[in-house]
């Protein structure tokens, strides 16, 4: 009889899905278009396109080529086996990688979750009781002894709220957005994280060499400490100039332990950043020659950076996600009807409660339209609208910092490479100075303060050298990452339980050799 019952609800359902498939089309409020990148053919008014020498490892020529791809595994570019491992097992242990991996799964189940929305909703129930009639209010002609009996009903309901005005779908579409956002989210922690491991290597290693730099010039000065105590038990130099070195090397001790003291934080950074604990250290040591500099450094258009950055993609995706919720808070403001079928049977006894004449149908519509409620849907309307100016607003921010991050970039290229080629030169110099002063000394040819003077021009000449060879290695990093990483060239994503949809650039550059490079 149930069978027969839903049979005859079936043409009413078929006439809601059909009036939903008419109405499928009318979705209110905006629809969204991507904002077009800047109108701009550089980032800087004159681009250098080649980087100067400096004439040591680690100081080479290099050449910034337009439109060149960018690897998906960019950090390869560095040549070094003990940087790859690394970052490869910070990619899958770092706790940050992991919280915003289920970030994007939860954003997905929610989308996923607000489509089931466009479909009926079909619930099913079964209940029984047992009843007692009290005997005073039986008919005289009914059975006094009759006054117990069972009651079961089954009953199946379908529910379907017309999306008319497509609410439903630009919610839909809002967390769709947000999902995305949040894809390109776990992309820049990827690119930040991958970026952060290069940047503690590199300045490990600057500040390993500025250790071994710092222990050699102390060397060097007591040395020169032992010459001057010899010469003043002579008598040929005065006491004054043993103690104004003596001093000069307790000054030069003093500058190891902060060395060695941010060299011991590095490792404990590098630690963290591999998802360990501080007291379980990673096995890789990185010296300043175990990094390459790459001979060619890619630049993309202007046009491709806001699709090529993680964090302009994710500020679009926002965009859109305000943009649909305008056309949420418009159609909540209009008429929402809703159709209902049921099937109920009743019956005294459970074996019979399907039989033949014990059910019945009900089919109907509920259309409900808000009439008064203190002007709260339409100050929703007008917030979402000022949100989705906000989101607007906050778009042409992330796409101005990520133009004035390349800029800076390749500001940074260009100067630090004249500055380690000066810094190589000064060292050269400083370094001959002080020979010839040392020499002079031991021939009694000059006085003590020449070479002091020496000494410590060479010692500051060796650690901005240092620090200028590992600025150099930075940039270069910096420049990948601010260009966006080529997460679209990337073959799988790092959490394996996570599947990535976000979107690539329209059109991507042709492999360069910079890729076979990075491999």
Known sequence: ????????????????????????????????????????????????????????????????????????????????????????????????????????????????????????????????????????????????????????????????????????????????????????????????????????????????????????????????????????????????????????????????????????????????????LPSNAVAEHFELADLKLPADLPLSLPSKLVEQRPDVRAAEANLHSASALVGVAIANQLPQLTLSASVTANSLTLDSLFGSGLAGTVAGFNLQQTVLDGGALYAKKKGAQAGLEQAGAQYQSTVLAAFRNVADTLNALEYDAITLKAAVDAERAAATSLTIARKRLELGDTTYVFVLIAELTYQQAILNRIQAQAARLTNTAALFQALGGGWWNRDTTPTASVRSACRPPAATPAKAPLQAAAR
């Open 1 to 276: 009889m149930m069978r027969q019952a839903l049979s005859r609800t079936v043409p009413a359902l078929a006439l809601a899905a059909a009036m939903a498939t008419a109405l499928a089309a009318c979705s209110v409020g905006p629809d969204f278009v991507a904002p077009e990148g800047p109108k701009t053919s550089g980032y800087l008014p004159d681009q250098k396109t080649n980087l100067i020498a400096a004439g040591i490892p680690g100081g080479e020529a290099q050449r910034i080529v337009q439109e060149m791809d960018i690897p998906g595994q960019w950090w390869a570019v560095f040549q070094s086996p003990q940087l790859n491992s690394l970052i490869e097992r910070s990619l899958t242990a770092n706790p940050d990688v992991r919280a915003a991996a289920a970030a994007l799964k939860v954003a997905q189940l929610n989308a996923r979750a607000q489509r089931a929305t466009l479909f009926p909703t079909i619930s099913a129930g079964l209940t029984g009781s047992q009843n007692q009639t009290a005997t005073i209010l039986q008919t005289p002609l009914a059975n006094q002894e009759l006054t117990i009996f069972g009651l079961f009903t089954a009953g199946l309901q379908i529910t379907y709220a017309l999306d008319i005005w497509g609410g439903n779908r630009r919610q839909i579409e809002s967390l769709d957005a947000l999902a995305e956002a949040q894809c390109f989210q776990l992309e820049g922690t990827y690119l930040s994280l991958a970026s952060n491991v290069v940047a503690a290597a590199i300045l490990e290693a600057s500040l390993r060499a500025q250790v071994e730099a710092t222990k050699r010039i102390i060397a060097a000065q007591r040395e020169t400490l032992g010459i001057l105590t010899q010469q003043s038990g002579l008598g040929a130099i005065p006491g004054a100039d043993v103690a104004t070195q003596q001093a000069a090397l307790a000054q030069s001790e003093a500058t190891l332990p902060p060395l060695q003291k941010a060299l011991a934080q590095q490792r404990n950074l590098m630690a963290n950043l591999v998802g360990r």
